[in-house]
């Protein structure tokens, strides 16, 4: 019985082995598993900033193109949320005031981790914005909007 394990033992090594090396056939093998040089990259980007004691909802469009999986550079448009500022200086009383932002830049992005669900990146981005403050008084009609001169943006 044990001298019968030993052979049955042997064919199915020779078998696993015969196997193996039939696998490693080039004309067999899909080569279509190459990274592209470059490929298109759209992104919508969506994050938060901490701005005079409020949280800011930021959200923004990138376009560009992303170079072997590690690099990208493109194109990004971003639009926050207004924010109240009830206890704005300078307000008059019974008046709401609200600031908003919007900028465009361009990008370019470094990343290190790669995965199915996440990825650690690092961006730079260059671009310019303008902000908007708008003071409305609820006891008159008078209703105020300044807009700023473009401020440049670097992150």
Do not use: H
């Amino acid at each position: 019985m044990e001298k019968r394990f030993k052979y049955l033992f042997f064919i199915i090594f020779m078998f696993c082995a015969l196997s193996t090396k039939a696998q490693d056939n080039n004309d067999t093998l899909d080569t279509s598993t190459k990274t592209k040089l470059l490929k298109p990259f759209l992104n919508l980007d969506a994050r938060r900033s901490y701005f005079l004691g409020e949280w800011v909802r930021m959200g923004g469009l990138r376009i560009g193109v992303e170079y072997y999986e590690k690099y990208r550079f493109g194109l990004g448009a971003y639009n926050s949320a207004r924010v109240q500022l009830p206890n704005y200086n300078g307000a008059p009383e019974n008046s709401l005031v609200s600031v908003g932002f919007s900028y465009s830049t361009i990008f370019f992005e470094y990343v290190f981790k790669r995965n199915y669900r996440w990825e650690i990146s690092a961006p730079i981005l260059w671009g310019t914005g303008v902000a908007d403050l708008s003071i409305q008084n609820q006891t008159s009609e008078i209703d105020t909007t300044f807009t700023t001169p473009r401020i440049p943006v670097i992150s």
